[in-house]
């Protein structure tokens, strides 16, 4: 059973940090796209970075210089390292992951989400 599991969401200050991981298991992700995505009340669910198998990274304009994803295959793991936050960062988060090694757009497999609250 393919699980993804996202940790290290919470309460912050405007400009402070966060780092979020995504464990997963079941299945070795290691030649899959992997990507963060969130969903702000009201609003439409967005791709906030994605990084390929081979580790390039993609981000929404809006995270751009903020947001670092990462990976770390031999943990079956990925991160995202959020830095200044700001009050429109608020979201639940959700990790995300491509079942086939040619899928750009990893969304066939997803985590519970983790709620980031960025307070201002």
């Known amino acids: 059973q393919v699980q993804l599991v996202e940790s290290g969401g919470g309460l912050v200050q405007a400009g402070g940090s966060l780092r979020l991981s995504c464990a997963a298991s079941?299945?070795?992700?290691?030649?899959?796209?992997m990507g963060w995505y969130r969903q702000a009340p009201g609003k439409q669910r967005e791709l906030v970075a994605r990084?390929?198998?081979?580790?390039?990274?993609i981000y929404a304009d809006s995270v751009k210089g903020r947001f670092t994803v990462s990976r770390d295959n031999a943990k079956n793991t990925m991160y995202l390292q959020m830095n200044s936050l700001k009050a429109e960062d608020t979201a639940v988060y959700y990790c995300?992951?491509?079942?086939?090694?040619?899928?750009?757009?990893?969304?066939?497999?997803w985590g519970q989400g983790t709620q980031v609250t960025v307070s201002s």
């Open positions: 995300a992951a491509a079942k086939t090694p040619w899928a750009i757009i990893p969304d066939d497999y």
């Open positions: 990084i390929s198998r081979a580790g390039n990274t």
């Open positions: 079941g299945r070795d992700f290691s030649s899959s796209a």
